[in-house]
């Protein structure tokens, strides 16, 4: 199972980037498909989960408002829409899998698949 997430980049602080998260060896259908970011010297940070089947989202809460998860049934991915952004944004953002019930979606132990990651940098 390998998990990939692209769409990272440089965008100036108010701007937006779209991530989007592929998986091979699985399919999303029967798991919850969460985003993680972690800043340099920082944990792990909860910023959005998406339950496949159902589509029920969850968010972290200084994402919510800015951040969008979605499903793209047609190309089998996670996308992650992320406006108005912030240089405290800046991070690696990894998308993981995992069978994960909804009061611990937040939880990165929640989840067996994790991606290599996309840097987002925001410039202020």
């Known amino acids: 199972v390998q998990l990939q997430a692209s769409g990272g980049g440089l965008v100036q602080a108010g701007g937006s980037l779209r991530l989007s998260c592929a998986a091979s060896g699985l399919t999303f259908s029967g798991y919850t498909v969460g985003w993680f970011r972690q800043a340099p010297g920082k944990g792990r940070e909860f910023v959005a989960a998406?339950?496949?089947?159902?589509?029920?989202?969850s968010y972290g809460d200084s994402m919510k408002g800015r951040f969008t998860i979605s499903k793209n049934n047609a190309k089998s991915t996670v996308d992650l829409q992320m406006n108005s952004l912030k240089p405290e944004d800046t991070a690696v953002y990894y998308c993981?899998?995992?069978?994960?019930?909804?009061?611990?979606?937040?939880?990165?132990?929640?989840?067996?698949?994790w991606g290599q990651g996309t840097l987002v940098t925001v410039s202020s």
């Open positions: 998406i339950r496949w089947s159902g589509g029920s989202t």
């Open positions: 993981a899998a995992g069978r994960t019930i909804l009061s611990s979606r937040s939880s990165a132990e929640a989840y067996a698949y």
